[in-house]
Nanobody, 123 residues
Framework: QVTLVETGGGLVQAGGSLRLSCAAS????????MGWFRQAPGKEREFVSC????????YYAEPVTGRFTISRDNTKNTVYLQMNNLKPEDTAVYYC????????????????WGQGTQVTVSS
């Protein structure tokens, strides 16, 4: 079992930045991939980014490419999502997730999920 706890959400103006953190505990050894997803009101959950265990392989969804950066610190069992130049359309609940599948980008490929953290970007 893996427990994920996200922190760092909040309210920010358009153009601002936030850094989300996701602390993992439990049997994290099988969680090769750590990912971020988001779900806006009335919309389906969508993939944002993921990173493999080494930290050298990362994937991004097109809407966030060039603005968001994912990273991880395995010594702290924590993954981060640095979000810059935020836009109102980035407003959503952001979820951290863990998977044992390299390159996982579908929600169904993730086994463990955090409770989510709200990000609100005002215009």
């Amino acid at each position: 079992q893996v427990t994920l706890v996200e922190t760092g959400g909040g309210l920010v103006q358009a153009g601002g930045s936030l850094r989300l953190s996701c602390a993992a505990s439990g049997r994290t050894g099988s969680s090769t991939i750590m990912g971020w997803f988001r779900q806006a009101p009335g919309k389906e959950r969508e993939f944002v980014s993921c990173i493999n265990r080494s930290g050298y392989g990362a994937y991004y969804a097109e809407p966030v490419t060039g603005r968001f950066t994912i990273s991880r610190d395995n010594t702290k069992n924590t993954v981060y999502l640095q979000m810059n130049n935020l836009k109102p359309e980035d407003t959503a609940v952001y979820y951290c997730a863990a998977s044992g599948i390299i390159g996982a980008r579908r929600g169904t490929e993730y086994d463990y999920w955090g409770q989510g953290t709200q990000v609100t970007v005002s215009s």
